[in-house]
């Protein structure tokens, strides 16, 4: 295996968990590799996961803090010339999804993205059209850079090795970032790297075996769960339609957290559906969660028919209402 560079990034300081998934995939390849870290604390972030980098590199200072084209463009570039490894392996992170296809373009390099494998030998397996298809491909051209699938490789142990070169890399920008606004109204309740997705479908907003809909418990059961567990929150198509019909909502629910076929993929280690039928429009949407459980008052939903590992045949509302009490 050619040696590759391992181009990371912070966030507030420290490495998320997509970095140490890039770095676990170099360990594993053999062919050594050096490190490089942007950001805000990057030297110190370096320092922390050094081990076993042949050389180690750091772009600081208040100019690279902050998620921007061109300085984060600047500082790759120059963390890449740097090494001058042919495979450069970063985290497919929005920072780096943005950056780095104009500094490959500057190098002359090859890029790919959504990449989920790298075989020793040099095949690298990605997905293209929302993960629907899945390819296997060599390049000859190098340098090759390579955006790795977030959730798709196990993370390194941390290793503290030796302090970066810290590298001065100069950089006239014209845009100032003020800070962020999200399209989410309320709170954030998407969260990619939580161990467990926990799925509201349209069941929560019909009527019960009192002849009543109950959604004002229900949100309430359904946010008490997400925020105790921190637990990333989806939801089905039909729940987050709803609003757009007319019909009562879980106001904290958007099409940004619809799982499924027209919806996300998300990458958990376990998931529990919710009054959700389990249909394969839906389910498609799960072929990334390992563990898959879900509740339904149906003995005949979808899940059961092959699709959840365990489906309680139970009422939602009273099964939330006890693993509360339990929590
Ligand atoms: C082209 C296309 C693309 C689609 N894309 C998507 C997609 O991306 N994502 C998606 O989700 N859907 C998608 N759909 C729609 C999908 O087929 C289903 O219609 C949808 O997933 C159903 O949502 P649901 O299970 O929440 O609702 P329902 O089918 O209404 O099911 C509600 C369930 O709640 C259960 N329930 C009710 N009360 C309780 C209770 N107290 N306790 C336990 N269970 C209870 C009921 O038994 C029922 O099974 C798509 C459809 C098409 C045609």
Known sequence: MEKALVLLHTVNGQLPPAALETLGLAHTLGGGFDLGV???????????V????AKCFAVEGEAFAVSRYSTDA?????????????????????????ALPGVAERLGAAIDT?????????????WYYR????????RG??????????GSQPAAQPQAGAAPELLDVACETRTNVEG????????QT???????????????????KDGAAHVDEAAELILDFVRRTQCSLGSSKSLVDLSGEGEAVLPFLTHLHQVGQTGSSPRHKKGLATCCHGEEPHVVGWRFIQERRAVNLDPNCGWVRGKADVVYVADAFEVMRELLKLL
């Open 131 to 138: 993960q629907r298809v899945e390819t296997t491909l060599r």
């Open 114 to 126: 959504h990449v989920v494998s790298v075989a020793a030998d040099g095949a690298v397996e990605r």
């Open 190 to 208: 998407i969260r990619p790297d939580a161990a467990l997705l926990f799925v509201a479908g349209a069941g929560w907003t019909k009527k019960q």
């Open 38 to 48: 942007i950001g805000a604390g990057a030297a110190a972030a370096a320092q922390q």
């Open 180 to 187: 962020f606004s999200t399209p989410l109204a309320g709170e």
């Open 74 to 98: 600047a500082a790759c570039e120059a963390v890449i010339r740097a090494s001058g490894a042919p495979l450069i392996l970063a985290p497919d992170s929005m920072r780096f999804h943005r």
């Open 141 to 150: 051209q190098r340098p090759w850079i390579l955006l790795i699938e977030p």
């Open 50 to 53: 050094s081990g076993g980098a």
